[in-house]
């Protein structure tokens, strides 16, 4: 019985190529394709897939937020965060939105298939280069520090912000205060890079 695949990633070409590779495994089906996280939600619930292969920064809801989603409603099959970035904060919050694995998009195709299999089979699979790095550096943010400063970062001002996640201005200035502070940044262009930097935006 082949294992069932849902990718979502929101370059259209990475897409494809993904999609392309996996199809030529015999025991591997993708079933949907997915170009933000939002999208990804509706078709994880239409198709209900094995495996659930997620890039980490797309656009409506990152590849984390899709999965701590997909814990949240108990979702039957398995999720892997697909991702360029070496980082150890994105790991941790990974692991803590419950995803069973972590691959970086690099990998070699036969490995990336075996890692799937990996997962479906119920094991957990860091790819090995990032394993070491899993608790390098605790993230001192709050989740909802952590929004703010990523509307912050993508130039909204804080009326915006405040709109969009149904806040008061004057809320969304302590969370951006109390994120400046954390991360001993000057403004908030500066506390959104160090963050993004290190993998907790």
Do not use: C
């Not at 996280?37 to 994880?44: K, N, S």
């Not at 799937?116 to 909802?144: S, V, Y």
Request: hydrophobic letters at 45%.
């Amino acid at each position: 019985m082949n294992i069932r695949v849902v990718i979502a990633e929101d370059q259209a070409m990475i897409l494809g190529a993904l999609a392309a590779l996996l199809e030529t495994e015999p025991d591997l089906e993708v079933v949907g394709r997915a170009r933000n996280g939002r999208e990804a939600l509706d078709l994880v619930a239409s198709v209900k897939p094995d495996i659930v292969l997620a890039d980490i920064e797309m656009p409506e809801m990152t590849g984390l937020e899709l999965a701590a989603e997909l814990k949240r409603t108990r979702f039957a099959g398995r999720v892997a965060i697909l991702t360029t970035f070496a980082r150890s904060g994105y790991l941790r919050r990974a692991l803590e939105a419950g995803v069973s694995g972590y691959l970086l998009k690099d990998a070699p195709a036969a490995a990336l298939a075996n890692a799937i299999r990996q997962i479906h089979a119920g094991r957990r699979f860091i790819d090995p280069e990032l394993a070491a790095e899993a608790w390098a550096e605790a993230d001192p943010l709050t989740d909802r520090e952590r929004q703010v400063l990523r509307y912050a970062g993508e130039g909204e001002a804080n009326a915006e912000i405040a709109s969009r996640l149904s806040l008061s201005e004057g809320t969304v200035r302590n969370y951006l205060s109390e994120a400046i502070s954390k991360l001993g940044a000057s403004n908030r262009t500066e506390a959104a890079r160090i963050a993004r930097h290190k993998g907790w935006l």
